[in-house]
């Protein structure tokens, strides 16, 4: 069983950073794949960033070259680095633990908004 709190949400400009973290309890997560979705009001929950156990990393098309997401598996925590934020990505940002697509664990969320 993991445990995922996200923390680092609030309101920025847009143009501004934020940064996301996702601490994990219960289990290390270095066995694990880690991501950050986001569910934008009104719409269904899509996708924004991945890192397998070996640090590979995809991201949505929307946030290339913007958000990254390291890990520290040492610190038992996942970041979404978020650059140039613009108005399309308000959203409740959750974080999600994955192995093996058994073990499938969520947070439970944290708001991010962008002012114009």
């Known amino acids: 069983q993991v445990q995922l709190v996200e923390s680092g949400g609030g309101l920025v400009q847009a143009g501004g950073s934020l940064r996301l973290s996702c601490a994990a309890s219960?289990?290390?997560?270095?066995?694990?794949?880690m991501g950050w979705y986001r569910q934008p009001p009104g719409k269904q929950r899509q996708l924004v960033a991945t890192i397998t156990d070996g640090e590979s990393t995809n991201y949505a098309d929307s946030v290339k070259g913007r958000f990254t997401i390291p890990r520290d598996n040492a610190k038992n925590t996942v970041y979404l680095q978020m650059n140039g934020l613009k108005p399309a990505d308000p959203a409740v940002y959750y974080c999600?633990?994955?192995?093996?697509?058994?073990?499938?664990?969520w947070g439970q969320g944290t708001q991010v908004t962008v002012s114009s």
């Open positions: 999600n633990a994955l192995r093996r697509l058994i073990y499938n664990y």
């Open positions: 219960g289990s290390s997560i270095s066995i694990y794949a």
